[in-house]
């Protein structure tokens, strides 16, 4: 049965999609501003609400080709933070989801004028050999924002050390018609190989198939694009359709950065 949320709900969810998609555009076009919001009027809460989900993704057109934190995406994402503060977790796991995205954000925010101090990083998540690859994978899912160019720390350790459970993951999720979490997982081994990382999975077919069977999503289509930049070694705007195939595996192109390996967002 609808209730009163549902309207509004449903109009945050188109926000975060269009917010994704003009992303999504500026990533093709090769990096730049993407204009989310009129300078001179007052920020939708729709509008506020699309950033914060987004996070640090705002940011992917600029870092996948060596630029920095975009200002103007910078003031909205700390207009956001102040709007909608981190939610209440409902489990000790989902709390550290929720930091480590938070972590991510305020780490390219502090990169920018509009940052604050960064808090330390949250705990590393619990291993795939303590609560099993499948609820590990599902969790490194939801942290796909991470999985850039300059952020590094004990999230992406566990994606260097643990890329056998997200391949693990991605064919599960394919077999189960998820493509949604897939292309996360996908993105995360993009990222590893980026950096140099061997794979046990051929990754390239298996974006193509997210590609002509995904969810239709604008979100979806963000993380797929960056995924694909991540294989082109961070030298092109990530469309699917200028892939070379290359794969960067020297990792002179990987998406380690000047944050080093102690730092480590939704």
Not at 22 to 41: E, F, K
Not at 58 to 70: C, I, K, R, S
Not at 156 to 163: G, I, S
Request: charged share 20%; glycine share 10%.
């Amino acid at each position: 049965m609808p209730t009163a949320e549902t309207p509004l709900r449903d109009e945050f969810a188109a926000a975060v999609e269009r917010v994704a998609d003009r992303t999504l555009a500026v990533l093709r076009d090769g990096g730049g501003t993407a204009a989310l919001a009129d300078p001179d009027s007052l920020v939708p809460r729709p509008l506020l609400a699309a950033v914060r989900v987004l996070g640090a993704d705002l940011f992917a057109p600029q870092l996948l080709t060596g630029a920095e934190p975009d200002g103007t995406a910078a003031a909205l994402l700390s207009e956001a933070r102040v709007a909608f503060p981190a939610p209440a977790p409902s489990s000790a796991e989902a709390a550290l989801v929720i930091g480590w995205q938070d972590w991510a954000a305020g780490r390219l925010l502090a990169r920018t004028p509009y940052g604050a101090d960064v808090t330390p990083p949250p705990a590393p998540l619990s291993d795939p050999e303590t609560v099993g690859w499948q609820a590990w994978s599902k969790r490194m899912a939801q942290l796909s924002s991470l999985a850039l160019p300059t952020l590094d720390g004990p999230i992406h350790d566990a994606a260097r050390t643990h890329t056998l459970d997200l391949a693990r993951g991605t064919v599960r999720c394919m077999l189960r018609r998820d493509p949604t979490t897939a292309v996360r997982l996908a993105r995360w081994l993009a990222w590893a190989r980026a950096d140099g990382r061997p794979l046990r999975l051929e990754l390239e077919p298996v974006l193509d198939r997210i590609r002509f069977s995904g969810d239709g999503t604008a979100r979806s289509a963000l993380e797929l694009a960056i995924a694909q930049s991540l294989l082109n070694g961070l030298s092109g705007p990530g469309d699917p359709d200028d892939s070379d195939g290359s794969d960067g595996s020297d990792g002179s192109n990987g998406p380690t950065g000047s944050t080093g390996s102690n730092g480590a967002t939704r």
